[in-house]
Protein backbone atom coordinates (compact mmCIF):
# COMPACT_ATOMS: atom_id res chain seq x y z
CA UNK A 1 0.00 0.00 0.00
CA UNK A 2 1.23 3.53 -0.80
CA UNK A 3 1.06 6.40 1.80
CA UNK A 4 1.77 9.82 1.30
CA UNK A 5 3.03 12.09 4.35
CA UNK A 6 3.35 16.07 3.92
CA UNK A 7 6.22 16.88 6.12
CA UNK A 8 6.60 19.79 8.11
CA UNK A 9 9.45 22.04 9.39
CA UNK A 10 11.67 20.52 7.30
CA UNK A 11 13.59 20.67 3.83
CA UNK A 12 11.84 17.61 2.15
CA UNK A 13 7.96 18.42 1.30
CA UNK A 14 6.38 15.14 1.27
CA UNK A 15 7.47 11.51 1.66
CA UNK A 16 6.11 8.28 -0.65
CA UNK A 17 6.23 5.53 1.77
CA UNK A 18 5.23 1.32 0.27
CA UNK A 19 4.36 -1.07 2.46
CA UNK A 20 3.58 -4.20 1.73
CA UNK A 21 -0.43 -5.10 2.03
CA UNK A 22 0.07 -8.34 4.28
CA UNK A 23 3.35 -8.03 6.21
CA UNK A 24 3.35 -4.29 7.13
CA UNK A 25 7.06 -4.56 5.95
CA UNK A 26 8.10 -1.01 4.57
CA UNK A 27 9.20 -2.06 0.70
CA UNK A 28 10.49 1.33 -0.40
CA UNK A 29 10.63 4.89 1.00
CA UNK A 30 11.30 8.21 -1.43
CA UNK A 31 11.63 11.86 -0.43
CA UNK A 32 10.40 15.00 -2.16
CA UNK A 33 13.19 17.34 -1.45
CA UNK A 34 15.96 17.88 1.08
CA UNK A 35 19.31 16.03 1.29
CA UNK A 36 19.26 13.54 -1.50
CA UNK A 37 22.47 11.56 -0.73
CA UNK A 38 21.24 11.39 3.19
CA UNK A 39 17.48 10.79 2.23
CA UNK A 40 18.27 7.87 -0.04
CA UNK A 41 20.58 5.92 2.43
CA UNK A 42 17.71 6.64 5.27
CA UNK A 43 15.90 5.15 2.47
CA UNK A 44 18.07 2.29 2.12
CA UNK A 45 18.09 1.62 5.47
CA UNK A 46 14.88 1.12 6.45
CA UNK A 47 13.77 -1.01 3.45
CA UNK A 48 12.61 -4.48 4.74
CA UNK A 49 12.18 -3.26 8.12
CA UNK A 50 8.65 -3.15 10.41
CA UNK A 51 7.66 0.94 11.35
CA UNK A 52 7.44 0.04 14.76
CA UNK A 53 10.98 -0.79 14.48
CA UNK A 54 12.06 2.39 12.38
CA UNK A 55 10.13 4.37 14.62
CA UNK A 56 11.99 3.26 17.67
CA UNK A 57 15.34 4.41 16.43
CA UNK A 58 14.50 7.76 14.21
CA UNK A 59 11.67 9.04 16.21
CA UNK A 60 12.83 12.46 17.75
CA UNK A 61 16.31 13.40 15.67
CA UNK A 62 16.67 16.72 15.54
CA UNK A 63 18.10 18.66 12.56
CA UNK A 64 20.05 21.68 13.76
CA UNK A 65 18.31 24.14 15.43
CA UNK A 66 14.76 22.71 14.24
CA UNK A 67 12.39 21.11 16.32
CA UNK A 68 12.08 17.51 14.02
CA UNK A 69 14.27 16.59 11.32
CA UNK A 70 13.78 14.04 7.86
CA UNK A 71 14.39 11.33 9.98
CA UNK A 72 11.71 12.52 12.84
CA UNK A 73 9.50 13.49 10.28
CA UNK A 74 9.46 9.62 8.65
CA UNK A 75 8.81 8.66 12.19
CA UNK A 76 5.99 10.37 12.27
CA UNK A 77 4.78 9.03 9.23
CA UNK A 78 5.13 5.74 9.87
CA UNK A 79 2.99 5.93 13.18
CA UNK A 80 0.38 7.50 11.90
CA UNK A 81 0.24 4.39 9.37
CA UNK A 82 0.84 1.98 12.42
CA UNK A 83 -2.46 3.97 13.57
CA UNK A 84 -4.76 4.50 11.06
Do not use: W
Request: aromatic share 2%; net charge neutral; glycine share 10%.
Amino acid sequence: MEHLYKTSGTCSREIRIVTDDVTGVITDVSFAGGCHGNLQGISALVRGRRPSEVIKVLSGIRCRDKATSCPDQLACALSEIENS
